[in-house]
């Protein structure tokens, strides 16, 4: 079993950085790939970025450039650093874990970048 437990959303002015942290406990041993993805109001939820145990990163193309994804495997914990914030970045940001047999969701943080 994992648990997922995600922080660091907020209110943040354009051109702004934030940096979400997506905690994991647990059987985190059988995570194959973990990251974030985000829903705005009205819209489909979408991939931001994901990495998996190799290390292999990936992004959408929306954000390359500005978000870089990250994780300290000794806290067991994934980071998505966020920066040059966008009004159109303004969602709900889900961390997800998927291994064999499972594909989680945390709770969601939410984002709001001002104009």
């Known amino acids: 079993q994992v648990h997922l437990v995600e922080s660091g959303g907020g209110l943040v002015q354009a051109g702004g950085s934030l940096r979400l942290s997506c905690a994991a406990s647990?059987?985190?041993?059988?995570?194959?790939?973990i990251g974030w993805y985000r829903q705005a109001p009205g819209k489909e939820r979408e991939l931001v970025a994901t990495?998996?145990?190799?290390?292999?990163?990936n992004y959408a193309e929306s954000v390359k450039g500005r978000f870089t994804i990250s994780r300290d495997n000794v806290k067991n914990t994934v980071y998505l650093q966020m920066n040059s914030l966008k009004p159109e970045d303004t969602a709900v940001y889900y961390c997800?874990?998927?291994?064999?047999?499972?594909?989680?969701w945390g709770q969601g943080t939410q984002v709001t970048v001002s104009s």
């Open positions: 997800n874990a998927a291994g064999v047999g499972y594909d989680l």
């Open positions: 647990g059987n985190t041993f059988s995570i194959k790939v």
């Open positions: 990495i998996r145990s190799g290390g292999n990163s």
